[in-house]
């Protein structure tokens, strides 16, 4: 089968500047996730694997050419209207998969995409993400999660006209006996290319799978998430190796 891995890094942060390639433990932090990606390539040698970097900036595409570029496709621009903070996350796939697919002459069963703020992810993970979606072919695509550390069912409250109540409700006295929620850790998507053909305008639909990681991963959207896991990293806290 035919694989797109996407690579998306923007070149503005505000939360934390250059964050894509700001250095983790030693390295760029993009090459956490192009290492995943090239991982896959090798324990997949029966598909065919391309790897595209989606970035509106040169110093982006110039420390992955200098570092991990061999294997990556690097000449596509990511639009200036698909570069601001507004943009959504699927129109930035769907450009760079159709520039892909016009480039290679193909169309690509599967879509993956990693998320470079978010690289507390195995090879292992992904693969059985794709067993699963693969094994289902009704599904339109699978994510990453983690178990919920607040339930809406129990300790999670919004507002209702001029007071509050527990978002979702349910006859539950102690919170493990609160149905299990999840909270998607933005670590990766993968998407049939069933999911494009149909439309659909977010991430989660009436076919989405989710993977469940039973370790930690979280998404990098301040500094003292970036220390965080700097320190996690270099004293070897973390229960897995990435």
Excluded: W
């Amino acid at each position: 089968m035919d694989v797109l891995i996407t690579v998306c890094a923007r070149g503005g942060s505000k939360g934390v500047p250059g964050k894509n390639i700001k250095e983790l433990a030693g390295k760029p932090l993009i090459n956490y996730t192009i290492d995943v990606a090239k991982k896959l390539i090798k324990r997949r040698s029966e598909d065919i694997i391309d790897i595209v970097l989606s970035t509106d900036s040169e110093e982006i595409r110039k420390v992955v050419r200098n570092t991990e570029g061999e294997g990556v496709f690097l000449d596509y621009k990511r639009p200036q209207e698909l570069a601001t903070d507004e943009s959504g996350k699927l129109d930035v796939i769907i450009d760079v998969k159709k520039y892909m697919e016009e480039n290679r002459n193909k169309k690509y069963d599967y879509i993956l995409d990693l998320d470079v703020s978010s690289p507390l992810r195995t090879i292992e993970d992904v693969e059985y993400a794709f067993q699963e979606l693969i094994s289902d072919k009704e599904a339109y695509n699978i994510f990453s999660v983690n178990t919920a550390h607040k339930n809406p069912y129990f300790n999670m409250v919004e507002k209702y006209g001029k007071y509050y109540n527990l978002c979702k409700k349910g006859n539950f006295l102690t919170r493990q006996s609160a149905t299990e929620v999840y909270e998607m850790n933005a670590s990766f998507y993968i998407y049939r290319d069933s999911f494009f053909n149909e439309g659909n305008n977010s991430a989660i639909t009436e076919k989405s799978l989710i993977y469940k990681m039973d370790h930690m991963c979280f998404d990098i959207d301040s500094p003292i998430d970036f220390e965080f896991m700097e320190y996690l990293i270099t004293n070897n806290k973390l229960s897995i190796n990435i």
